[in-house]
């Protein structure tokens, strides 16, 4: 091989290896998936976790985190949401059954909590703020904001009818909240100062009732699942369609997708609005989780 093919051999190899590692590093594959249910908050390694094999990384009760008021624990039953934080040091947790809390990974020691009614959906902002979503309860239908050093005082709220998802997109600066039939934008107001707001920039009607949970697969797109179907809002064009992978699956209780390695994870109400498994396609396998009844899964990349 003359020096001259050697240098085009050695620049084809790098830039090869340069091309697959941007790939990877644009999409990454989920390390964890952390599921809910009961009072039971469970990471598990994903790759290493299939049909009835569980590896747990971590594993919380409720009722026994530390530094938390005892009058919590059975606002803490029924565990709805669950999200990793802060460079995921904390996991932020709310339940139907009333409460939220922000609960330190490495401790188990409660960092935040607060009285939610009927709480379905969770958030953390800049700032060190929490969105929480309520879905129908008395004192629910709302969608509130905390400070995560001042627990159970709500700093501003907005009435959302049967509240489900809230998710914040930093490329865009807005926070979008899910209610039984709208989607609604709204824009950070006075968030440096111990009053912080929201303003309402732009809402838009379902194409059907049941609005249930909100992913952002994308800086431009958003998964949206109802009572019938899962759908895909184009953030660009303001457009619903139909989600082609879940179109036709009803009762999706939680779902995450990466459209640049077309992996797709959620759960489905198979048991009235529970499951016992995790699916997830590309790679396909599922997940048993027999002893909590699951509401939803989140994923830790």
Sequence with gaps: MTKCKCVDWIALVFFLFVTVSCSESNSKRP????????????????VNSADSVKKVNWYLKTSEVTNMPDTMIRHMRTVDDHKSVDNHTK???CSSSGGTLLVDRATRKCL????TPNAHSVEYLPGNRIAVALST??????????DAGRSNTVLFSDSLY?????????????????????LRAYSLVDWDTPN???????KWTLPETGGHDLYASSENQLLITTSKKVWKFDLNSNAFEPFAPLANEPDVKS??????ADHLIYTQGEISWWTHNIYSINPTKKIMIPEID???VRVIK
């Excluded at 599921?35 to 598990?44: A, K, Q, T």
């Design 31 to 46: 390390r964890e998936i952390i599921v809910g249910g009961d009072n039971v908050v469970m990471i598990l390694d994903f």
């Design 91 to 93: 996991i932020l947790i």
């Design 112 to 115: 935040f909590y607060a009285i």
């Design 137 to 146: 309860a008395d004192k629910g239908n709302r969608l509130e904001i905390y």
């Design 162 to 182: 049967s509240g489900h998802g809230v998710t914040w997109m930093a490329g865009r600066n807005l926070l979008y909240a899910l209610g039984y039939d709208e």
């Design 196 to 202: 912080p707001g929201l303003q309402l920039e732009e």
């Design 255 to 260: 779902v995450y997708y990466d459209e640049k």
């Design 294 to 296: 699951v509401y939803k």
